[in-house]
């Protein structure tokens, strides 16, 4: 099942193979001072940092609600959280990543481009690559408006709902001492999300707020480098 150990080892790995999507080519662009990429290695790049994002997203919705039935129905906990159902949350949260990765990847390969461009930023992010299509990008920006609400903003709503309730029954506990220790359970996962939401957020509003592509990459590196290496310190702290 989702235990805490198991829901930071999948976040871990996770984690570890989104930092890997970006870095190690930021990396050898920095040694080699040439910023070169071909097309096919930009494809793979975004479509491999579209999953690996999504997926975090969705772990961490998960977790929230594992946190949600450990806190508000702790004597149910073991039959709610079967191993079956953790199983099947985990192939689901993959199943939809992979096919969100692989969509918006499709439809990247039937724009038609120049022959040389230049990427304002460290990796091919999908916006960035929208818009130096020289075709319509329409359909494209309406699938990414439609993942963003169904992939994004529906985790997230699942993971306040789950906290307002989680709020609502360590209200309940009459001793200060089992109001900390429920709280104190949910302060690792709480830091995640706060570090994942906030930095992912704060790079599109920033880059709305301040139209320098040198800062939007800046703050990219927020979300695509501090947190996934925060995430495994937070846990083994908390630990």
Not at 115 to 131: G, Y
């Amino acid at each position: 099942c989702i235990s805490p150990c198991t829901s930071c080892c999948n976040l871990s790995f996770v984690d570890i193979c989104f930092i890997s999507s970006t870095v190690p080519k930021m990396l050898v662009n920095i040694e080699t001072q040439s910023q070169v990429i071909t097309y096919k290695g930009c494809i793979k790049q975004m479509c491999f940092f579209i999953l690996f994002g999504t997926l975090d997203d969705f772990l961490l919705t998960v977790m929230a609600y594992d946190r949600f039935v450990a806190i508000c129905h702790p004597l149910h906990y073991a039959v709610i959280m079967n191993p079956r159902l953790c199983g099947l949350l985990l192939l689901v949260s993959w199943i939809m990543s992979a096919l969100n990765s692989s969509l918006q990847s499709l439809m990247v390969l039937h724009l038609s481009f120049c022959t040389v461009l230049k990427i304002p930023h460290f990796f091919c992010e999908l916006n960035q690559i929208l818009q130096l299509a020289c075709s319509d990008t329409f359909l494209n920006n309406l699938v990414i408006y439609l993942s963003t609400v169904l992939l994004a903003c529906v985790p997230f709503a699942g993971i306040l709902y789950s906290y307002s309730k989680i709020v609502s029954c360590i209200r309940g506990i009459p001793s200060a001492q089992g109001k900390f220790k429920a709280f104190s359970t949910c302060v690792s996962h709480l830091s995640v999300v706060f570090l994942f939401y906030c930095t992912s957020l704060g790079v599109y509003l920033s880059s709305a707020a301040v139209h320098s592509l040198h800062s939007g990459a800046v703050a990219s590196v927020m979300y695509t480098v501090v947190t996934p290496m925060l995430n495994p310190i937070v846990y083994s702290m908390k630990t």
